[in-house]
């Protein structure tokens, strides 16, 4: 039995999957696998898989229908006869309705190809977000870490000066309770940074990814004047105006069913009453009286077209305003971002300077906690200020109907 157990301790320790960790993946290579199995892409390959189906069916539907019949007869007072036919149905001429339709399921399969850029942008955007954000309480959490030691070390000496005389018992209370404060604050992130971890498990499996901020450098210098904005290079745009065009060639296309229909049939077989024989016919329908159903549905059709044009230029006032307003909201955080920084080193020399003079008696509590205070705080919001910057430039960059490798180049 301790042989077998042996055995097997063995080939766990051998077997890579065990002895072998995951290696971090940078940004860039955790937002490829991502995108590489993202349910939104797949699904949306599907409908351009349904789309060409739709277009080649309506293809076959435009050539002759053949039909093969037998049959066999035979009574009490004649012989066995039997007949074979061939018979074809030809449709010949509808006003250029199923050119119409032809061409508005070519449009389809167009908008869907065209939602694909949109789909991958949006795929990206999510998955962008869920990234940064694991950056984002990768770093909140060293800080938080850092200010809990810290503040342990503060108290550990408040304590020793309180025993020798030299500090109030209610300095030492404030420190313990500051201690207990951010180790608080430090569980919450921790399960705030646990949450995103999990959400990209479910995308790729793991969540083991470097922890450093991609494109730090680029977005504090990023400038954006290099940039236009065109709503017609949209692919969301261009996907709906495709859709609205094939709307509208249905709606010319339902119009056409209220006039005659003119179709072709050709029979050709072997008949047991008078041999080879075969025939031809032309033939012209007009819909007279089918309880509205034809104007009904041109109606229907018409609205649907109304609606989707309303739509269309709604989304259109609205693509503009969303460039807009990324542009501007990058600038200000920008500008923000890079005082905080210059604020932060200054409140760093402050903060070790105080936190020395502390330790050799010459300040009290509250003068350290002013300046350490500061110093963290300004440390958490430039934090902050890094994650809004990346998920600023990437809505920017999306604004303008483009990946977010364009806007880093």
Same mark, same amino acid.
């Given at each position: 039995?301790?042989?077998?157990?042996?055995?097997?301790?063995?080939?766990?320790?051998? #077997?890579?999957?065990?002895?072998?960790?995951?290696?971090?993946?940078? $940004?860039?290579?955790?937002?490829?696998?991502?995108?590489?199995?993202?349910?939104?892409?797949?699904?949306?390959?599907?409908?351009?898989?349904?789309?060409?189906?739709?277009?080649?069916?309506?293809?076959?539907?435009?050539?002759?229908?053949?039909?093969?019949?037998?049959?066999?007869?035979?009574?009490?007072?004649?012989?066995?006869?039997?007949?074979?036919?061939?018979?074809?149905?030809?449709?010949? $001429?509808?006003?250029?309705?199923?050119?119409?339709?032809?061409?508005?399921?070519?449009?389809?399969?167009?908008?869907?190809?065209? #939602?694909?850029?949109?789909?991958?942008?949006?795929?990206?955007?999510?998955?962008?977000?869920?990234?940064?954000?694991?950056?984002?309480?990768?770093?909140?959490?060293?800080?938080?870490?850092?200010?809990?030691?810290?503040?342990?070390?503060?108290?550990?000496?408040?304590?020793?000066?309180?025993?020798?005389?030299?500090?109030?018992?209610?300095?030492?209370?404030?420190?313990?309770?500051?201690?207990?404060?951010?180790?608080? #604050?430090?569980?919450?992130?921790?399960?705030?940074?646990?949450?995103?971890?999990?959400?990209?498990?479910?995308?790729?499996?793991?969540?083991?990814?470097?922890?450093?901020?991609?494109?730090?450098?680029?977005?504090?210098?990023?400038?954006?004047?290099?940039?236009?904005?065109?709503?017609?290079?949209?692919?969301?745009?261009?996907?709906?105006?495709?859709?609205?065009?094939?709307?509208?060639?249905?709606?010319?296309?339902?119009?056409?069913?209220?006039?005659?229909?003119?179709?072709?049939?050709?029979?050709?077989?072997?008949?047991?009453?008078?041999?080879?024989?075969?025939?031809?016919?032309?033939?012209?329908?007009?819909?007279?009286?089918?309880?509205?159903?034809?104007?009904?549905?041109?109606?229907?059709?018409?609205?649907?077209?109304?609606?989707?044009?309303?739509?269309?230029?709604?989304?259109?006032?609205?693509?503009?305003?969303?460039?807009?307003?990324?542009?501007?909201?990058?600038?200000?955080?920008?500008?923000?971002?890079?005082?905080?920084?210059?604020?932060?080193?200054?409140?760093?020399?402050?903060?070790?300077?105080?936190?020395?003079?502390?330790?050799?008696?010459?300040?009290?509590?509250?003068?350290?906690?002013?300046?350490?205070?500061?110093?963290?705080?300004?440390?958490?919001?430039?934090?902050?200020?890094?994650?809004?910057?990346?998920?600023?430039?990437?809505?920017?960059?999306?604004?303008?109907?483009?990946?977010?490798?364009?806007?880093?180049?």
């Amino acid at each position: 039995m301790k042989i077998i157990k042996l055995i097997l301790v063995m080939l766990i320790i051998l #077997n890579p999957a065990f002895s072998e960790e995951i290696k971090p993946l940078s $940004f860039n290579a955790a937002l490829n696998e991502i995108l590489s199995n993202h349910w939104r892409i797949q699904s949306q390959e599907f409908k351009i898989k349904s789309s060409e189906t739709r277009l080649i069916s309506h293809k076959l539907s435009l050539l002759p229908a053949i039909r093969a019949s037998s049959s066999q007869s035979q009574g009490s007072l004649s012989p066995i006869s039997r007949d074979y036919e061939l018979k074809s149905d030809v449709n010949i $001429f509808r006003w250029g309705a199923d050119i119409k339709t032809l061409n508005a399921l070519e449009l389809d399969l167009l908008s869907e190809k065209m #939602n694909m850029d949109q789909t991958i942008i949006q795929a990206e955007r999510e998955a962008t977000q869920i990234l940064v954000n694991i950056i984002f309480y990768s770093k909140k959490t060293l800080i938080l870490q850092e200010i809990v030691t810290t503040y342990r070390k503060l108290f550990e000496t408040a304590k020793k000066r309180y025993e020798m005389g030299k500090l109030a018992l209610q300095e030492v209370e404030k420190l313990e309770i500051d201690l207990e404060n951010a180790k608080s #604050n430090l569980a919450d992130t921790e399960l705030q940074s646990l949450s995103q971890q999990l959400e990209l498990e479910k995308l790729i499996g793991h969540s083991q990814i470097q922890t450093e901020w991609p494109w730090q450098e680029i977005v504090l210098k990023k400038n954006l004047k290099n940039f236009s904005f065109s709503v017609s290079e949209l692919p969301s745009w261009k996907g709906l105006k495709t859709k609205l065009d094939a709307e509208e060639l249905r709606t010319s296309q339902t119009k056409w069913a209220f006039l005659p229909a003119l179709n072709g049939n050709l029979k050709y077989g072997y008949y047991s009453s008078w041999g080879t024989a075969w025939s031809a016919s032309i033939n012209v329908s007009m819909p007279l009286f089918e309880p509205w159903s034809t104007y009904s549905q041109f109606k229907m059709q018409k609205i649907n077209t109304q609606d989707l044009e309303v739509q269309f230029r709604k989304r259109t006032d609205n693509f503009r305003s969303d460039y807009d307003n990324a542009q501007k909201s990058f600038v200000i955080l920008q500008d923000a971002t890079l005082s905080k920084e210059k604020a932060l080193s200054t409140a760093k020399r402050l903060y070790e300077n105080s936190f020395k003079r502390f330790q050799l008696g010459f300040i009290t509590v509250n003068d350290l906690a002013l300046d350490e205070q500061r110093f963290y705080d300004l440390e958490l919001s430039f934090n902050n200020g890094i994650k809004e910057l990346h998920l600023s430039l990437v809505r920017f960059c999306h604004s303008l109907g483009f990946r977010l490798g364009h806007c880093l180049e």
